[in-house]
């Protein structure tokens, strides 16, 4: 969490706009895990109804045809490597991480609020 402690307007507005710049990229972060969720979803959708009856190959088949399907959606890889880079992962963990970091980047701009408007009530006070 960020020093809440603002001096004049121009501090908070100049605040307001890094936060703002900062939560938009987080929410995009959140759209875009999301999204590979949805579409990881959908490869296994669509390989399983392609084959119909489980046999001994069933689940070697099922993970080829997944990374077959997902290798056809350029955003997918792409999306991959810039959250994951090459290390394994897990989306559904990264995704809940950045929820908690987008519910304190909330948190943080309602005590900036509240900073703010106490400096302006001691700026009232004084003149």
């Given amino acids: 969490m960020r020093n809440l402690n603002f001096k004049t307007k121009e501090e908070y507005l100049a605040y307001r706009v890094q936060w703002k710049a900062d939560y938009q990229e987080l929410t995009q972060d959140i759209r875009d895990l999301k999204w ?48 994951f880079g090459d290390k394994p992962y897990w989306i559904e963990g990264r995704l809940q991480d950045k929820r908690i970091e987008a519910t304190c980047m909330l948190g943080e701009l309602k005590q900036a609020k509240i900073e703010s408007n106490e400096m302006r009530q001691k700026s009232l006070m004084v003149a």
Avoid: W
């Fill in 36 to 83: 590979l969720r949805a579409t990881r979803c959908r490869a296994y959708s669509k390989v399983i109804k392609d084959l119909r009856r489980p046999d001994g190959e069933y689940y070697r088949k099922l993970v080829a045809g997944v990374k077959k399907y997902l290798n056809d959606i350029p955003q997918y890889g792409k999306l991959i490597k810039k959250y």
